[in-house]
């Protein structure tokens, strides 16, 4: 079993089942609330739109900015939690974060908003850091659920970011909730630093030859390559939602203020449920199947959205399926890239979440274009479309790699023996 650095068993944990039951919730708060930094904005638009005077489609760049951070430092940031020591890296990023978020609370112009929310995107991608963490202090027969717990921390705090952030921007303004998420920031900083052991780097190898090795996995693994495609267009159908939503619940359809449009968020806890369900059904071998039945749901979600513009029943009924169906997705991808890369969960986090939120960064530029011109309808085809592509992709990318395997392929548990090795070889 690994050790803190200082020889000390990591706390928390046992040899036969991993990390304890309070050290997974520490975790899963971490990444929620550092998660929820990104999302804040999106029940917002009208208000910080009407504050500085743009149009909404102006203000949904917000989105756009928050979501290219993230994936920049998806990209440079998160393979340096196989390289450092991850408690530390964890507190600074907390602390970079509560920085990034004052400066939002203050900025006194649109552009300085935008390069504020773009940091923020940046050093919140520490909870992408927290996951493969969690996944890697698990033992192989409890992996799934470890990370579909963590994991539902992170949906929890997208969903529950739009419900506070409404809340607090009907009572103080959107500034207020910028200012309250720095604090939060900061408190969680000093948990991380008591609570989260020494963990300890894997790898030994340089910065730049960290960084060659994610794309060397990436060429290497057609798992992984697989994931990747369907994790962009997954994350692409939730950020057109989430995106359009505010839209349509502040127009003229339905006139609702920031507190009720967050309040629409907690439609979505469906889905964190679904995420333990999720990873034990991945521990168990039958993540193929759960992949198809998610997409399955996230089509059908689609078309009660597009009635949403004339009934809130089904609005709100497309919004429950449509989160359920995304984080069964996500558990069932990240459960099958990590079980194939034990000494490079990070490297292989990258890939995938920056994959992800490219996805997700141009679904929002495309809704921000779509919206004006076709409405809440227009969004809707849009977001059936990329459901549809999904679905065809992966039952086509199966058959495929079905056929070339030459038997039926479950979502593999064979570790990849390309990968660096402790001493950093390719």
Known sequence: MRRAGDGRTLAGMSQSTGPGRALVLTLAVVTGAAVANIYYAQPLLAAIAGDFTTSTGTAALLVTASQLGYA???????????LLERRRLVTVLLVVTAIGLVAAAVAPTFPALVAAIFAVGVSSAVAQIVVPLAASLAPDATRGRVVGTVMSGLLIGILVARTVAGGLAELGGWRLVYGLAAAVMLVLAVVVRLRLPR?????????GALLGSVVAIVRTEAVLRQRMVLGALGMGGFTILWTALTFLLSGPDYRFGEATIGLFGLAGLAGAAAAPVAG?????????????????VLVVSWG????????LVALVAGIVLLDLAQQTLQISHQSAIYARSPGARSRVTTAFIVSAFLG????????????PMAGWFGVSVLGGAVAVAGLLFWLVSEYRM????????????????????????L
């Open 72 to 82: 920049a430092a998806l990209a440079l940031l998160v393979p340096l939690g196989d």
């Open 199 to 207: 963990v300890e780097p894997e790898q030994s190898i340089s910065y």
């Open 402 to 425: 079905r056929r070339a395997d030459g038997k039926p392929r479950p979502d593999s548990q064979v570790p990849l023996s390309n990968l660096p090795d402790s001493g950093g070889r």
């Open 304 to 311: 009660l959205l597009a009635a949403g513009a004339v009934s």
């Open 280 to 296: 034990r059904l991945a521990d168990r071998g039958r993540g193929g199947r759960t992949v198809t039945g998610a997409f399955v």
């Open 360 to 371: 997700g960064a141009a679904a929002s530029a495309a809704t921000s274009a779509v919206y």
